[in-house]
Nanobody, 124 residues
């Protein structure tokens, strides 16, 4: 069982940066695939980035080169560094944990644990 709590969201102008954090508690964190998803108003939840237990990463094409996912297993914390933000990045951002074989192309339903979300708003 893993509990996830996101932080770091906020409002920023286009071209700005934000760093999201996701603090985990419980057992087995280091073995999980961890991911960031986002959901904009009126749209379906979509995967943004994922990182496996040994640091392998995968990204959605829309954020490649702008976002960086990382994890600190000792601190049980997941990060998402977001740069060159665009208005279309506006969404609620969620962190998720799932079996180690998952990646960014995996279905959201395959992830077992979810945080409550943190809002990111990018103005033009």
């Amino acid at each position: 069982q893993v509990q996830l709590v996101e932080s770091g969201g906020g409002s920023v102008q286009a071209g700005g940066s934000l760093r999201l954090s996701c603090a985990a508690s419980g057992y087995g964190y280091s073995t999980y695939c961890m991911a960031w998803f986002r959901q904009a108003a009126g749209k379906e939840r979509e995967g943004v980035a994922a990182i496996d237990s040994v640091g392998g990463t995968s990204y959605d094409d829309s954020v490649k080169g702008r976002f960086t996912i990382s994890r600190d297993n000792a601190k049980k914390t997941l990060y998402l560094q977001m740069s060159s933000l665009k208005p279309e990045d506006t969404a609620m951002y969620y962190c998720a944990a799932g079996p180690p074989e998952l990646w960014i192309g995996s279905d959201a339903a395959d992830f077992n644990y979810w945080g409550q979300g943190t809002q990111v708003t990018v103005s033009s």
